[in-house]
């Protein structure tokens, strides 16, 4: 990230990128992050928009970067080995990387079950989470 204050929103992008891929948000292409200008003129990350599980409702990709998390020619081992590159090239700490690949999925499937899916979306949906909460747990 080419942004001055990229200390403080690389831990940003992580974890965006990182919600996009356990909740299955195949339309999380590259439109969809953006920095923005502050009244001092530099620049932040954009607030998260297009949040969506896609892949319970049409057949989609398991992630919306067509050529992977990272590029090809550093995209070694699996996914959970990915993010932790990932974050270490963001310059995110060790332990706070570990961290923000650990789950809330207690409180996901509680505030998944009160929404308004049907029980089959939400099953689904907890089903597509749960499988990548274990690729990278």
Do not use: C, W
Request: net charge positive; aromatic share 10%; hydrophobic share 40%.
């Amino acid at each position: 990230m080419f942004v001055p204050a990229s200390k403080v929103e690389g831990p940003k992008l992580f974890i965006l990128i990182l919600f996009n891929y356990l909740f299955s948000n195949g339309d999380a292409h590259l439109k969809n992050f953006s920095l923005i200008e502050t009244e001092q003129g530099d620049f932040k990350l954009s607030p998260a928009y297009d949040l969506l599980n896609t892949k319970i409702h049409i057949e989609d990709a398991d992630f919306a970067l067509s050529d992977g998390l990272l590029p090809k020619s550093i995209a070694k081992g699996k996914i959970k080995e990915q993010f932790i590159l990932l974050g270490q090239k963001a310059e995110i700490p060790e332990k706070r990387i570990a961290k923000n690949l650990t789950s809330h999925e207690k409180e996901v499937i509680q505030l998944t079950n009160r929404s308004y899916l049907g029980d089959q979306l939400k099953r689904n949906f907890i089903q597509l989470y749960q499988t990548k909460l274990k690729k990278v747990s």
